[in-house]
């Protein structure tokens, strides 16, 4: 009698695993269901022509030996500063260019900034910190790429140099730590490569946040990255509507003496 119990006490346990079981993969099908695309919903194909797809044609871009692609629109190739304006007065641009077709930052004359405004894009730019340490901390070849005026891209000599880890290079400043330090030595140039997707507004509301992806000497630091607003070195971060707008690069007046080169953007 007391073997006989037994298994239907186990019976029982079983029988309560597979409903629980069901249960739990009756779920996922709804899930799942609830969130396939609309697009393949209704009848399922049964010939391969009915899911192949001949238009839009995407365009042809070529890129070149040095990396540039054909549909890119250069904004500082060592020649001059023709594409950027002071950030504070739009006069002339007043950063130096250097004989090794790079500018470097020049002190306390203010960040540049594009004369041209963008939306989503494809940012491609090198930067360097000086070979000659003379700081610390975040006063250690301090400099920064805003997309739109607002959403920075750190830039900073963070070679034995630590400091908060939502200011070193490669964060979203005051918003994101970096996936992975994946600096170059110090005096050694960086590249970094940035897809950033706009935010949108209805009206003055925030319909869609901006988006951020970062690769630092090829190495993905940011992914995908939801902004949580402005950048803000005091408070919490927050949206102001706002349309395109100029890519800037800053001087972090305290003799940062950052360089760059090759910079390019592709409009998305």
């Known amino acids: 009698m007391r073997y006989g119990i ?24 709804n899930s799942i269901e609830e969130n396939s695309n609309e697009k393949y919903q209704g009848e399922e194909p049964t010939t391969p022509e009915a899911t192949e797809i001949y238009e839009p044609v995407p365009p042809k871009v070529t890129v070149d030996s040095s990396g540039l692609p054909s549909d890119a629109i250069v904004l500082f190739d060592g020649t001059n500063l023709d594409e950027w304006i002071s950030a504070a007065d739009s006069t002339a641009a007043k950063w130096e260019i250097n004989k090794d077709d790079s500018m470097t930052v020049k002190d306390k004359s203010g960040n540049i900034q594009t004369k ?14 000086p070979l000659q340490i003379m700081n610390e901390g975040q006063a250690r070849a301090n400099s920064g790429v805003f997309i739109q005026q607002r959403y920075e891209i750190q830039i900073l000599d963070n070679n034995d140099n630590p400091t908060y880890t939502n200011g070193q290079v490669g964060s979203v400043y005051k918003q994101s730590v970096p996936l992975a330090m994946a600096s170059k030595p110090t005096g050694e140039w960086n590249s970094y490569d940035i897809i950033f997707h706009a935010p949108e507004f209805k009206e003055e509301a925030l319909s869609k946040p901006a988006y951020v992806t970062v690769l630092h000497n090829g190495v993905l630091i940011q992914d995908h990255f939801e902004i949580e607003g402005i950048i803000k070195y005091i408070g919490w971060p927050n ?4 349309g395109k707008a100029p890519i800037v690069l800053q001087d972090h007046r305290d003799n940062s003496r950052v360089s760059y080169r090759n910079i390019w953007v592709r409009e998305l």
């Not at 041209?116 to 910190?129: M, Y």
């Not at 949206?239 to 706002?242: D, F, Q």
């Open 6 to 29: 037994i298994v239907l006490g186990v019976l029982f346990v079983l029988s309560g695993c597979q409903e629980n079981t069901n249960k739990t993969s009756e779920e996922k099908a």
């Open 116 to 129: 041209r405004n963008f939306g989503s894009i494809q940012l491609h730019l090198e930067w360097k910190s």
């Open 239 to 242: 949206y102001e509507a706002h």
